[in-house]
């Protein structure tokens, strides 16, 4: 098997499919939903939690059995029911008809992994063992989590601010990994904003023309 190639989907406003109302289709549903994806269940029965979504109209939830045309103009289908044969009929129609599919319980068949994943403002850290070990995944994702030094968040939106000023974002890549360097996260992690303004004059020769106080 190939490598996999990483990818950060945009999902807002796309339709996805879940085959499945279980505990692993809710977690899949639940972080669809906060990606923005226009999320359909299609199950016999659903979880409370789903039951509730479908409640407040956050999801489409079909209470029947799997169809081949349910994946008729969906971005990706995610075939995560207690029954491999239907996660199997799920992911060839998807196949079929040139949509991704996700097969929770056979990754190898998967078009795409979904990695353990964690957010943190800005920053997103996606950690995948190729399907070897999700559990593995997320053990690693925490431990990296927990090496994530105090104000990355703060530096990334500082970060975002910067190169929305095109003097900062034509800079060079060396100037960027010398402000990196330079004890400006340390700065912003106790909220010195003077000192995390010194800083950048001193690294790009210009102070920014926003308030700095945005950052925090």
Not at 33 to 61: H, M, Q, Y
Not at 79 to 108: F, H, I, K, L, Y
Not at 115 to 133: F, K
């Amino acid at each position: 098997m190939a490598d996999l190639y990483p990818l950060y989907a945009d999902l807002d406003g796309k339709r996805c499919l879940v085959v499945g109302a279980g505990g692993v289709a809710t977690r899949k549903v639940k972080a669809l939903l906060k990606a923005g994806a226009l999320v359909t269940i299609v199950a016999p029965k659903a979880s409370s939690e789903i039951e509730k979504l479908a409640g407040r109209n956050l999801v489409d939830f079909q209470a029947r059995g799997f169809v081949e045309g349910d994946v008729e103009g969906m971005a990706l289908v995610f075939a995560a029911t207690d029954d491999p044969q239907t996660n199997r009929m799920a992911a060839q129609a998807a196949s079929r008809c040139g949509v991704w599919a996700n097969q929770a319980d056979d990754p190898e068949s998967s078009d795409f992994h979904v990695p353990a994943s964690l957010t943190m403002g800005e920053i997103g850290l996606v950690l995948s063992t190729s399907g070897a070990s999700p559990l593995l995944a997320v053990w690693l994702r925490d431990r990296a989590g927990e090496a994530l030094p105090e104000g990355v968040e703060r530096l990334a939106r500082l970060c975002a601010l910067l190169r929305g000023e095109e003097r900062f974002a034509e800079s060079e890549t060396s100037s960027w990994r010398n402000l990196f360097e330079s004890g400006i996260i340390e700065d912003l992690a106790r909220g010195d904003l003077t000192a995390a303004e010194e800083k950048i004059l001193e690294t790009f020769g210009a102070a920014p023309d926003f308030d700095m106080s945005a950052v925090l």
